[in-house]
């Protein structure tokens, strides 16, 4: 794509940060009539989301789901070979799906005629950024209006070195640079879980360690449970309740004690260790502190309900303005501050947030969830269906799933919708648009669902409310 | 180049002033700071500078007209050489624009504008000035608007907090046509044009809010959001205040003989049973509402009708934690004291930890709000609408009482009770009171009417 070698002298928006915020954000902009530079040290836009983050994953999980699917079809009557990989070719096919998307996104922002600039941007004050481009020139550009999009990036374990082979985080996980014969994950969430569904599809013998008493902390149990049951199948082993006390890397593998919650102390040694206890905003080297730009006690850029920062005329989306750090958040977040800067009455309102882990099974949720309702004391009625009797789960040769709506007793109104099972973050897509069309269960009751399918749960999870 | 004079926002609040005096007249020549015209507030008489030099083009305003804060009064003419600039024809739609901010001036006059120039590329956070949009209607976390993203988009463009409008879709969902109807209903309650149709139950809503001071220019605030009930007690009351015309009436009851046998009772009751003086009250309440049934209505003015109950329902005011909830005690009239009694202890025990249902606290017709445990010489209820009256209870005192040879001490209770002067009047509010007063001061009065 044709980049822009020079730094403007001006920007009316400057987005800082192409990511799914960024380039959302872009794009939005244009169509509202806005001139846009977007800066990014990428050659292409995309961000963690589409070079280190959610396409990488999934297409590695679309190859463990191949293999797991061709294992799994003995039980049906159909046998296959033990697959062969060809590590080499997953991960060109993967880079080739990261690189036709990224590669889009460059085409478009060419053709909306967006200034991007590859390189970094820092504040010098509140109206004027000082921008070095990776081919190393430095400029400086003053903008009328800004958009904040940085992102964020994995935590490491302190003390533990960053440029190890052995010890790696989620963006050294999708590198595959090879299959460790053990891997251990650090961290139960749905980063962990989801790599190490990747790595013990190519054969690893996967171990997770999580410092809680259980998986997907903040989702609820009962969907957790669905999943753990094939997980424990899957996994070498789960421990839960469990801390890294000390990582050593060794010649031959990366020595782990661990401490469990009766003060036991083990100690493995595994080839590889997965550093997955989460991710923090890139708030660092912005040069926030020359502008009167506020972070939160996590280290978010702290923002209004129209995502403008402290200064009016800055606005912080996507990771860096708070949980969840997901690419949709950020998409929404982009829309809304790209309209606000344009002058529209744009609020970031929504009624919920959706949340994917993209296991098998997978688990999807939106809005309240019963552990929410329960500690915040809200009173609710629960459908919870079992997908053993769903005709399509069937047959699909499976039978673990669940569906399960989060009523308001007084006005039948859906407050949450969860799904566990295959194909869960299709159809929560439902439960989102069910929330902010403010639907109660009958409304769920009465449209009619496709037969047969999975999202025929839905359907008759609402059914359950009205048997009495 | 002309120069448009407006009147400037001179304090919180004020939107308009009336023109009291013009200090130029057209063609004269002024200098910057010089007093163009007064014009005068509600607050205060403000001279209007000029903000530069020039000549008097055209003044749009004559004393005595009332203008609002932001119209075009003058227009001035830079003294920047305007011969040099060929007189623009104006249309006059052109003039009725409201123009945000003045252009910058061609270079040649820019040097001699004493305005400073900002740096065009440098422009100071307007935007967000530009587009107006209250936040405080977002992330509410507990209790979301039942609407749909485009309906909160067309709420948010019409200046509407969602969370006042009043859903009547399945679960209380707020549609398009909601919010609309909620716009017309509070325009003609503001404007007083036609009659304000009742909306959705009794209570249609918002109730006009003047526009709040920034606080924070004297000091520093927090703000916490309303809760449920506080949201509804603010509309209740605010409804029944500014539509009801009420008139309280003060009398005392002399409750030494009540209170003497109510205290006997209690050193056998269990705490359950225990006899209070407003469980009297709504027994008292309920015979007198026989006797006098208008006091038990409601007024129609749609109909032109007075709705009068055939039964009587008791709502006591309840304090708890988290605000004021009158649940009611049903048909007072047919239970004897002992079992009202023991179903208002139970009600108050549950209201106060929150266990009732709203359909307790429905179907009143009468309110009874005894302070007297919390002190008080005597207060003032609102009638809690569509109700007509209420009974205020304050703390009994003793008191010393002539009985034609001496002083002895009597238990006086002050009572106060509102009601709705449109459907009673004075003399049956005197004769109300004073029958509840007659009866507690002889009970058996009750037996004998009730």
Redesign the interface.
């Known amino acids: 794509m044709s980049q822009s070698s020079e730094i403007p002298e001006k920007a009316q928006l400057v987005i800082i940060g192409a990511g799914p915020g960024g380039y959302a954000a872009a794009f939005r902009a244009v169509e509202m009539g806005q001139d846009v530079t977007l800066i990014d040290p990428e050659v292409n836009p995309g961000g963690v989301c589409l070079h280190r983050g959610c396409i990488p994953s999934k297409a590695l999980l679309h190859v463990a789901k191949l293999v797991s699917e061709a294992e799994e079809s003995k039980e049906i009557g159909v046998t296959f070979a033990r697959p062969k990989i060809d590590l080499e070719r997953v991960r060109s096919w993967k880079d080739e799906v990261i690189g036709k998307l990224t590669g889009g996104l460059g085409s478009k922002v060419d053709k909306l005629k967006i200034t991007y600039l590859r390189g970094m941007a820092k504040f010098k004050d509140a109206h004027n950024l000082t921008i070095k481009t990776t081919d190393g020139t430095v400029g400086e550009m003053v903008f009328e209006q800004a958009i904040l999009a940085t992102g964020s990036r994995p935590i490491m374990l302190p003390g533990v070195a960053a440029e190890s082979e052995r010890i790696i985080d989620s963006t050294g996980a999708l590198d595959i640079a090879e299959v460790p014969a053990s891997l251990l994950v650090v961290g139960g969430g749905y980063i962990g879980l989801e790599l190490g569904s990747v790595y013990a599809a190519l054969e690893s013998k996967v171990s997770v360690v999580e410092m809680t008493d259980g998986l997907l902390p903040g989702c609820d149990r009962d969907l957790v449970s669905v999943l753990k049951r094939r997980l424990d199948k899957k996994f070498e082993s789960i421990m839960l309740n469990t801390r890294v006390e000390e990582i050593k890397e060794q010649k031959n593998g990366v020595m782990v004690s661990m401490v469990d919650n009766k003060k036991e102390t083990t100690k493995k040694r595994f080839d590889k260790v997965l550093i997955a206890i989460g991710r923090k905003p890139n708030t660092e080297n912005l040069g926030l502190e020359k502008t009167s730009i506020k972070l939160d006690k996590k280290g978010f850029v702290e923002v209004d309900g129209q995502m403008r920062t402290a200064e009016a005329h800055i606005f912080a989306i996507g990771d860096i303005a708070g949980e969840p750090m997901l690419a949709h958040k950020a998409y929404g977040e982009a829309n809304v501050a790209a309209e606000a800067a344009a002058g529209r009455k744009a609020v970031f309102d929504p009624r919920a947030i959706p949340a994917v882990v993209f296991t098998d099974p997978e688990i999807a949720w939106c809005g309240l969830t019963e552990t929410e309702a329960r500690e915040r004391k809200i009173k609710v009625k629960t459908a919870k269906l079992p997908w053993r009797g769903n005709g399509r789960t069937l047959t699909l040769g499976r039978d673990d799933g669940m569906t399960k709506l989060i009523i308001d007793p007084e006005t039948d109104r859906v407050l949450g919708v969860a799904v566990a099972g295959p194909g869960a973050g299709e159809l929560i897509a439902e439960g989102v648009l069910a929330m902010e069309m403010a639907v109660v269960s009958e409304d769920l009751r009465k449209s009619i669902h496709p037969h047969p399918t999975l999202s025929e749960t839905i359907y008759d999870a609402a059914e359950m409310l009205f048997k009495r | 180049m002309k120069h448009e004079i407006k009147v400037p926002e001179v304090s919180e609040g004020v939107t308009e002033g009336t023109v009291v005096d013009i200090s130029v007249a057209v063609g004269d020549a002024v200098e910057v700071d010089q007093t163009l015209l007064e014009f005068e507030t509600d607050k205060a008489v403000i001279a209007i500078p000029s903000p530069q030099e020039g000549k008097v083009a055209e003044i749009k305003v004559a004393v005595g007209d009332s203008v609002p804060v932001g119209a075009v009064i003058m227009l001035l003419e830079s003294s920047a050489s305007p011969s040099d600039e060929a007189p623009v024809p104006e249309p006059s739609a052109e003039q009725e624009e409201p123009v945000a901010e003045e252009k910058p001036s061609p270079p040649a006059a820019a040097a001699k504008q004493p305005e400073p120039v900002k740096e065009a590329?440098?422009?100071d956070?307007s935007?967000?000035a530009?587009?107006e949009?209250d936040?405080a209607?977002?992330?509410r976390g507990?209790r979301?608007a039942?609407?749909?993203?485009s309906v909160?988009r067309l709420a948010?463009?019409l200046g509407v907090d969602i969370y006042q409008v009043q859903?009547t879709?399945?679960?209380?969902?707020?549609s398009e046509g909601d919010v609309r109807s909620f716009v017309r209903v509070t325009m003609q309650r503001i404007t007083g044009g036609g009659s304000v149709p009742a909306v959705h139950g009794e209570f249609p809503g918002l109730h006009a809010q003047r526009p709040l001071p920034d606080f924070s220019k004297w000091g520093e605030v927090s703000r916490e959001p309303l809760s449920r009930i506080r949201e509804l007690t603010a509309d209740a009351m605010g409804y029944a205040w500014s539509t009801i015309p009420m008139v309280t009436q003060y009398d005392q009851a002399q409750v030494s003989e009540i209170e003497a046998f109510r205290q006997e009772y209690n050193r056998r009751a269990i705490s359950e049973n225990r006899l209070t003086m407003t469980a009297i009250l709504v027994k008292v309440c309920a015979a007198a509402l026989k006797a006098f049934p208008r006091f038990n209505s409601s007024l129609d003015l749609a109909s032109k009708e007075l709705v009068l109950k055939q039964y009587i329902h008791i709502g006591v005011a309840v304090d708890t934690p988290a605000g004021l909830l009158v649940p009611v005690l049903r048909d007072a009239d047919r239970k004897g004291i002992e079992t009202l009694a023991l179903e208002l202890n139970e009600i108050a025990e549950k209201t106060r930890e929150r266990k009732i249902g709203p359909d307790v606290m429905e179907g009143g017709t009468f309110t009874i709000s005894n302070l007297g445990g919390v002190g008080g010489t005597s207060f003032t209820p609102i009638v809690y609408a569509p109700q007509v009256a209420i009974l205020g209870v304050s703390t009994a005192t003793l008191q010393p009482e002539w009985d034609g040879e001496q002083f002895v001490p009597r238990l006086i209770m002050p009572l106060s009770l509102t009601y709705d002067h449109r459907v009673i009047d004075g003399a049956d509010g005197a004769r109300f009171l004073r029958w509840i007063c007659d009866a507690l001061d002889n009970p058996l009065q009750l037996v004998m009417k009730g």
């Open positions: 590329a440098v422009p956070a935007p967000a530009a587009n949009v936040l209607t977002v992330r507990d979301v039942p609407a749909a993203p909160r948010r463009d859903g879709g399945p679960g209380g969902r707020i």
